[in-house]
Structure formats: structure tokens, C-alpha cells
């Protein structure tokens, strides 16, 4: 009794990557701690039975790999390739076979005699120069994990088996447990790892379930039991409330629900301002059949397909045949008046890419995008060929990340001509009315914004990396991620002078990076004049209610004034206490009555 | 029966894991003992692992050798997959 009430409340802070607040008991999923037991054994009884017990463990884990299959189902985009080739790997004989010779000659204990196959393998692997196949030593560690949980007995590490309603904690999640939190009953999640483009994150807001990641030590603060409150909106988790901090968030949560509810219904609502003022609204997706969760968020259109998830998680690549299954299914579902489908950004801090580039130093500014495009033109040309034919069925643009100079534009235009020259001599249909645009990304682009409109149909400008590019700071450097401030004066100052060589090339200017999701920052980008703004699906009712709530004038007049700041932060707090104050319900509160409290 | 033929892999990632499991299915299938040869190192064509850990990128070329009395309908499998890039382009 005396031990629950010593319990500290302890507010740790990480990155909400899927909004809503949610507070309950927590399960903490810990395969770190699924270490290998080593002993001897005596007596030939005791070792058969050894190798029995392995390949009892063996069965076991197939079976749980085949569950798993059978619940992603047919017709998944993800999931069930990799379970296949670690089904394989459990079968092979030489694996299965050297861990039982490890146990017979060496009487050993099934752990031990695994855990040395297991780095037999990792040590032909680290000979391999391929960066790609030595990665595969990963597929050997995964299914042995497998194997070590089942031969410990512990029934509650899958994902499927957890008890209902809880909120999960993990160091980290795989692909394999986030594709099965679709079937399950978890109401929020929290790990030590993580970014809002890692996969769970992604996940997370395709199907709407709270999520704060990077939180660096929740797995080992937090205790099965423990009752947390995760606020995915606000990056925040709350381990061990106290009752009144577990009211206030009770009341925190009605209230967003009833807000959700009532933004919800007013989404449909035109994106115009009092003053008349347009925003072309759109959603940024990873998955095709997130188009229609899109519509209902109020979305007019896709302003960024990211395709990357038609290549991860796939060992081989796409066929043309996919690529445009998916591209038919974004722009013909219902409500969506225009679709543009980025060309794969792979490469940087995007998962697995191809893991041939994932050993340069610096992969942001690596062999990535299309850099990589233009130097595999064979892989690019399936994708093109893929949208160009798609394009038919309805409004859609190309959209081409990490453009940095003229020459790049031009050498995709020609590749584009090419295809649309043999789909002719194919007598395949193309869309002729399919626009080229161009994210300006790179600091490069925005200087010569003036040469790329002359060469594009629109720009979108992303955020994420420009802000990365030109303030010189690695977003994932926890070091200096201080320094990363969308309403830096350089980067307001970059996005003005984009805005204004596109439109005076008569060129639209749309934006998609997280900065256009962001309610603080809705005003200020209306005000700096951009055409649209593209976002992910559950921000855009907040948006569009900031602009039908505001003027247009008033936007502007925002900008004049925060314009003429020198440092970043007096503009950063100039907007944030003009939006709070102006939409109290739609902007972010800040935590310092909460961290008094702490 | 004994076939042996050497093949330059052309699809773009080489003898991966999906890859991998591919061959093994076909492998697994016939009576024929299929062994895999790359560098002067043999593997059992029945092991995903033993294939993983030949290590064969883009552009390997690699023996393939089959033993029995469906060798040859083997060999010509095999010898449909690598030529199809493995369905991967």
C-alpha cells in the first residue's frame, strides 16, 4: 500500500506522431530483456529432452508466425513477405541443425547452443561486402528472438496475446507488431525510439490511435500496471498521475473528443476565409486506402501520395502492374478532385530504402530521391509509366523530390517524354493534361525558384528538409534540435521568395512539409501567400476551421509584423501567443503549470 | 542424372532473402540434390541460409548443379527464374 503511494509521477517528453489523449494501465512489451540462460547439461535423457524442448520452441514459433500471417490476410500491402522468409529460416536445416549439434556435442542448453549459431551466422555475414545482404544477418536475429521467447515459456510477448485495452510501452515496435495493432484492442502506444516518418509512427495515424515515440527511456520508467496518460497531440507521456492530474486529463480528453467531434463535422466546410480567400486543402498519405479517410477529414485532394510504402517491406520491387493499382485507387476514390503522386523519396532517414545506401555517412544529403531516380532510370521509368497511365482516370500531378538545380528538372522531363513516347508507340493511354511539380527542398532550388518555374506546372515546398538544409541541423541530432524553428527569419524569408517566383511565373505554391499541419503556423503561411497546403489527414479540420474563422487581411497584417524580427525566437513566441490567444481550442497549450506540478 | 550451369544474376538486388526463399522452393521441390556454387564455395540449394551467406549481388555469376532424375526439369526452372530476374522488373 505504502509502495503505491511513493509511486512519482514523472513527465517525460517525446514526439506525439498520432494526436489524442488517452490514459490507462500500461503493458510494456520487453524483448531486450529475452536473454540467453547458459548451463550445462548432464546425462543423455537431459539432452534429448534439450533437443526436444528446441523443437518444441521451433513449432511454437512457426505457428505464431503463420497466426500472424493468417490475421494480415490476403490483399495486405505489408506484412506477410518477411513472415514467410522467417518461416523459411526456422525450417532450415542447417540452422536447426547446427543449434542441435551445438546441444548434443557441446551439452549445452538450448539458449546457449542457439545463441551460438546465431553468431556463427553473424560472423559469415560481417565478411559480406554487400551492404544490403549483410544487412540480412537482422532476419537470423529477428527469428531467433522468436525462438528464445518461446523456449522462455512467455506466452505474453506477441502483440496478439496482450491483454486488452492498455496502453503499450516498447523500446521499439516492429513492422510485424504494428501491422497487427490493426486487429488489436491497444489504445495507445509509446516507445524510446522513433521519428514521425518512422513506420509505427505511420501506422499509428492510419489508424488513429494515440502515439508518442522517441521518448528515449519510456520502456524502462514505465512498469507493467502502471497507469500512464499519453498525449499523442502534444508529444507527452504521464507515468504514475495522481488522481487529480488524471481528472484534469479526463477532462482534457472529453473536451478534445467533443472538439474532434465537432471539427469533424464542420471538415466538409470550405477552405475560404471571411475575406474570400482560397486554400486548396490536401492530405499527405503513405497508403492508398488512406485516400478515403482523407476525403472525410475535409481533405479537396492528395497534395502529397508519398509511394515509398509500395517498395518497403518488399524484397523484390514493384511492378508496374502495383504501382498503378495503387495510383488508380488514390485518384478514383470518391471526393478526390486532384492527386499528386510523389516519385519514392527513399534514401536519408526513410526506413530501409535501398539498403545499398543505407552505409553512407550522411544520407540526408546522400544518394537519395532523385538522385537515386535518375541513376537507376530503369526502376524510375515503372513508376512513371505506372502514374502516366493512371493519370488518365483523373486530375493528377508528378511531384519530384530533392530537385536542386535546373539540369535535374530537365534530365526527368526527357525521361518522362521518353515514357510517354513508347506508352504511345504501346498505344497505352496517358493523362495529357498531367502537371510536373517540383518540392523545393534544397536551399539551392529556392535561389533559383525564378529558372525551375520556367521548367515546372507548380512547387510544393517541404518543410522538413528545407528547414534541415538551410539551418544546417540534423532533425534526428537531439543535440541541436533546438535549433530547428520553422518561423526562423531565414525560413520565412525562403518561402516568401518561392511563394513570389512562382506566381510570378504564374505557377502555383503549395506546401507539404509538417509545418502546413501545424495550427500555429496556419495563418502565417496563409499570410506569406502559398496556394495550398497538404497535410496529414487528422490536421486539416483545425486548419480549415483557423481560416473560415480568420480574414485573410488579418494574415497578412500577422506577417508584416512578425517580419520585421530578428531572432527566431520572438517570432516563434509572437505567433504562438497570437494563435493561442486568437483560437484557444485549436492551438497547443503549453506545459509549464503541469511541469510546476511535477 | 547430372546437370551443371553457370548463370550471371541480373536482377537488382542479388540473391535477397525473398530470392533466397524462392530458390529453396524450387529446390525442395525435386528428388534432384541441388547445390549452389559461387567463388568455389558450395551450398546446399535447400538452405536459405547457406544461399544468404554466399553473398551473390547484382552481376554474380554462380554454378548451379543438380543431381537426380528430375535434374534437368530443375535446371530449367532455375534457369526460368534467374533469366526472369525472379519476376522482380
Given at each position: 500500500m505504502d509502495q503505491e503511494k511513493i509511486k512519482k509521477t514523472v513527465l517525460l517528453r517525446g514526439i506525439g506522431v498520432s494526436p489524442g489523449i488517452v490514459s490507462g494501465k500500461a503493458y510494456v512489451l520487453d524483448r531486450r530483456d529475452v536473454k540467453a540462460l547458459h548451463y550445462n547439461l548432464y546425462g543423455k535423457d537431459v539432452i534429448e529432452r534439450e533437443v526436444e524442448r528446441f523443437r518444441k520452441a521451433l513449432d511454437e514459433s512457426e505457428k505464431e508466425l503463420l497466426n500472424i500471417k493468417e490475421r494480415l490476410?490476403?490483399?495486405?500491402?505489408?506484412?506477410p513477405l518477411f513472415i514467410d522468409v522467417q518461416i523459411m529460416i526456422l525450417r532450415d536445416e542447417k540452422f536447426v541443425g547446427s543449434t542441435v549439434r551445438n546441444i548434443r556435442s557441446r551439452s549445452i542448453n538450448a539458449e546457449w547452443a542457439l545463441s551460438l549459431s546465431v553468431s556463427r551466422y553473424r560472423e559469415m555475414f560481417e565478411k559480406i561486402e554487400d551492404a544490403y545482404l549483410k544487412g540480412r544477418i537482422k532476419d537470423i536475429e529477428d527469428v531467433a528472438q522468436i525462438v528464445f521467447r518461446n523456449l522462455s515459456g512467455?506466452?505474453?510477448?506477441s502483440i496478439v496475446d496482450i491483454p486488452d485495452r492498455v496502453i503499450l510501452i516498447a523500446h521499439d515496435l516492429s513492422p510485424a507488431d504494428t501491422v497487427q495493432m490493426k486487429t488489436e484492442k491497444i489504445l495507445a502506444f509509446a516507445t524510446d525510439v522513433g521519428s514521425k516518418t518512422s513506420h509505427t509512427a505511420i501506422i499509428a495515424r492510419a489508424i488513429e490511435i494515440p502515439a508518442t515515440v522517441g521518448l528515449k527511456n519510456v520502456s524502462e520508467v514505465v512498469k507493467t500496471n502502471d497507469i500512464v496518460i499519453i498525449d499523442g497531440t502534444w508529444g507527452t507521456v504521464i507515468v504514475n498521475p495522481d488522481p487529480e492530474l488524471i481528472k484534469r486529463y479526463e477532462e482534457k480528453r472529453r473536451h478534445y473528443h467533443i472538439m474532434e467531434e465537432d471539427l469533424n463535422k464542420e471538415a466538409?466546410?470550405?477552405?475560404?476565409?471571411?475575406?474570400?480567400h482560397r486554400i486548396g486543402i490536401g492530405a499527405n498519405i503513405e497508403?492508398?486506402?488512406?485516400a478515403v479517410s482523407a476525403v472525410s477529414h475535409g481533405?479537396?485532394?492528395?497534395?502529397?501520395?508519398?509511394?515509398?510504402f509500395i517498395y518497403i517491406n518488399k524484397e523484390q520491387l514493384p511492378t508496374e502492374e502495383e504501382h498503378y493499382y495503387h495510383y488508380q485507387r488514390v485518384i478514383e476514390?470518391?471526393?478526390?478532385k486532384w492527386a499528386t503522386i510523389r516519385t519514392f523519396d527513399l534514401g536519408?532517414?526513410?526506413?530501409?530504402?535501398?539498403?545499398?545506401?543505407?552505409?553512407?555517412?550522411?544520407p540526408a544529403m546522400g544518394l537519395r530521391a532523385v538522385r537515386y531516380c535518375l541513376r537507376e532510370i530503369d526502376l524510375f521509368k515503372v513508376q512513371i509509366r505506372a502514374i502516366l497511365r493512371a493519370s488518365v482516370l483523373g486530375n493528377t500531378g508528378i511531384l519530384i523530390p530533392?530537385?536542386?538545380?535546373?539540369e535535374e528538372i530537365r534530365h526527368v522531363k526527357e525521361i518522362i517524354a521518353e515514357v510517354k513516347d513508347e506508352l504511345k508507340k504501346e498505344g497505352k493511354p496517358y493523362g495529357e493534361g498531367i502537371k510536373l511539380g517540383i518540392m523545393i527542398e534544397v536551399p539551392s532550388a529556392v535561389v533559383i525558384a525564378d529558372l525551375l518555374a520556367r521548367e515546372v506546372d507548380f512547387f510544393s515546398i517541404g518543410t522538413n528538409d528545407l528547414i534541415q538544409y538551410s539551418l544546417a541541423?540534423?532533425?534526428?541530432n537531439e543535440r541541436v534540435?533546438?535549433?530547428?524553428?520553422?518561423?526562423h527569419p531565414a525560413i520565412l524569408r525562403l518561402i516568401k521568395q518561392v511563394v513570389e517566383a512562382g506566381h510570378r511565373a504564374g505557377i502555383k505554391v503549395a506546401m507539404c512539409g509538417e509545418m502546413a499541419g501545424d495550427p500555429l503556423y496556419a495563418l502565417v503561411l496563409m499570410g506569406l501567400g502559398l496556394d495550398g497546403l497538404s497535410m496529414t489527414?487528422?490536421?486539416?479540420p483545425r486548419i480549415k476551421k483557423i481560416m473560415r474563422e480568420s480574414t485573410y487581411s488579418e494574415s497578412t497584417e500577422l506577417i508584416q509584423n512578425i517580419l520585421g524580427f530578428m531572432e527566431a525566437h520572438e517570432v516563434e513566441e509572437y505567433v504562438r501567443d497570437y494563435m493561442t490567444e486568437r483560437f484557444p481550442e485549436l492551438c497547443p497549450v503549453n506545459y509549464e503549470g503541469l511541469n510546476e506540478r511535477i | 542424372m547430372r546437370k551443371e550451369e553457370n548463370f550471371t544474376l541480373k536482377n537488382?538486388?542479388?540473391?535477397h532473402a525473398r530470392v533466397a526463399a524462392m530458390l529453396v522452393n524450387v529446390s525442395s521441390k525435386y528428388d534432384a540434390r541441388i547445390s549452389f556454387e559461387k567463388d568455389g564455395i558450395e551450398v546446399d540449394g535447400t538452405s536459405i541460409l547457406d544461399i544468404l551467406t554466399?553473398?551473390?549481388?547484382?552481376g554474380s555469376n554462380i554454378t548451379i548443379r543438380a543431381e537426380g532424375t528430375d535434374a534437368d526439369r530443375a535446371m530449367k526452372e532455375f534457369a526460368r527464374l534467374i533469366e526472369n530476374k525472379f519476376g522482380e522488373d
Open positions: 490476410g490476403e490483399g495486405e500491402e505489408i506484412g512467455d506466452t505474453h510477448e466538409p466546410l470550405p477552405s475560404v476565409t471571411k475575406d474570400g497508403f492508398s486506402d488512406e481533405a479537396n485532394g492528395v497534395g502529397l501520395f508519398r509511394t515509398e476514390t470518391e471526393g478526390i536519408g532517414d526513410k526506413f530501409i530504402s535501398d539498403p545499398r545506401l543505407a552505409e553512407e555517412m550522411n530533392m530537385i536542386s538545380g535546373v541541423i540534423d532533425r534526428v534540435d533546438y535549433l530547428y524553428k520553422p518561423c489527414p487528422l490536421a486539416i | 537488382e538486388l542479388g540473391l554466399l553473398a551473390c549481388p547484382k
